[in-house]
């Protein structure tokens, strides 16, 4: 959910992709990205949270930080 960040990339290469770009049959893969604090305060909500985009949602990240691989 906005304002994370969900980023798409070639699964061979590494590189980006836009979404103008997304074809059918990609080989991607998908990550989320935690927004920065500047962002999660009230007045960065106010900017790009859900509501800012027409939506009557809280924000609430979907995003989990794990401390890598055990």
Do not use: N, W
Request: contains cysteine; negative net charge; aromatic residues 6%.
């Amino acid at each position: 959910m906005t304002p994370d960040l969900i980023c798409v990339l070639d699964s061979v290469s590494g590189d980006a992709i836009g979404t103008e770009t997304l074809r059918y049959g990609q080989r991607v893969s998908v990550i989320a990205l935690p927004a920065p604090p500047v962002l999660l305060t009230p007045k960065g909500l106010e900017h790009v949270g859900p509501r800012a985009f027409g939506y009557d949602l809280e924000f609430q990240s979907g995003v989990r930080v794990t401390s890598g691989a055990s």
